[in-house]
């Protein structure tokens, strides 16, 4: 096939200022960066990470992570502020960010990272037949990051720049095995659709992406029986659960100037699980 010519040459658009040395890109100097579910685990580790790449955040969990966002803020040099309040409330979530605005002027980072892995088991269980730890398992995976999404939208439309990220699983991609716990594989695969959809929903004035872990070291899984977590460790090629530190490189790419010709994009780490 031939490609048209033109007499004049197209003109690209211009893309962002971006620094000149490749570590400079990774810098959150200055920003504002809000994540959820960050009184433990991969959100109070993503927060720590942020703040140490120089960002100023908001710890958000269900009851305020007071302690993390002093230790944060005295270890870093940078402000950083508990909030407590439930995702699954619309009205709270509302509240909240308009806190975060008037407490920090913005919102140039967004993680919605909150949410639960409870063991459902069969559908077909006498445990699911009131369909209770269905819609709670929805509410917080699913909805909660609905709900974070829309109000936050609304301050990056505003500002016309933003980004945000959502933890999504491996389990959005494959079933993984030997637990069954179908309700939490549904709300990830959601969650990664759900990124896809804002991607397009948001463009021209925000960046939004998905960070999908594989097993990670974070306590979580210390109700599993042994015996099972070597079965699911025979399954990684590298043989092991993750460290929670081998995580937040994804959500620091995601969040900073290194990544901003990335939005609609889920990046798996989940040590190659999901190759097998």
């Known amino acids: 096939m031939t490609i048209p010519s033109s007499k004049q040459p197209f003109q690209n658009p211009p893309g962002p200022a971006l620094p000149a040395r490749a570590p400079d890109l990774f810098s959150l100097a200055g920003k504002v960066c809000v994540v959820t579910g960050a009184a433990r685990g991969i959100g109070l580790a993503v927060a720590e990470a942020f703040a140490q790449s120089g960002a100023h955040v908001a710890l958000w969990d269900l009851d305020p992570p007071v302690k ?42 967004f993680v919605a990272n909150a949410g639960v892995n409870i063991p459902s088991g069969n559908i077909l269980s006498e445990g699911n037949r009131d369909g209770k730890s269905w819609n709670r398992i929805v509410d917080i995976n699913l909805n909660g990051v609905f709900y ?122 989940d040590g190659g699980y999901t190759i097998r």
């Open 68 to 109: 993390a966002a002093a230790s944060i803020a005295d270890e870093n040099g940078v402000r950083a502020k508990a909030y407590g309040g439930d995702v699954t409330d619309p009205e709270t979530v509302d509240r909240i960010v308009d806190e975060i605005v008037a407490d920090f002027s913005t919102i140039d980072v």
């Open 148 to 269: 974070c999404s829309r109000a936050v939208g609304r301050v990056f439309q505003q500002a016309g720049k933003g980004s945000l990220i959502f933890t999504g699983s491996m389990s959005g991609h494959i079933v993984n095995t030997p637990i069954e716990h179908s309700a939490y594989n549904t709300t990830k695969a959601a969650v990664i659709h759900l990124a896809k959809s804002l991607a397009v929903e948001f463009r021209g004035f925000a960046r939004v992406n998905s960070v999908s872990p594989g097993y990670i070291d974070t306590g979580i899984n210390g109700y599993v029986d042994p015996d099972i977590r070597r079965k699911w460790q025979d399954e990684i090629p590298l043989a092991r659960d993750g460290q929670i530190k081998e995580i937040v490189g994804a959500y620091l790419f995601f969040a900073s100037d290194a990544s901003t010709y990335a939005t609609g994009s889920d990046l798996v780490v």
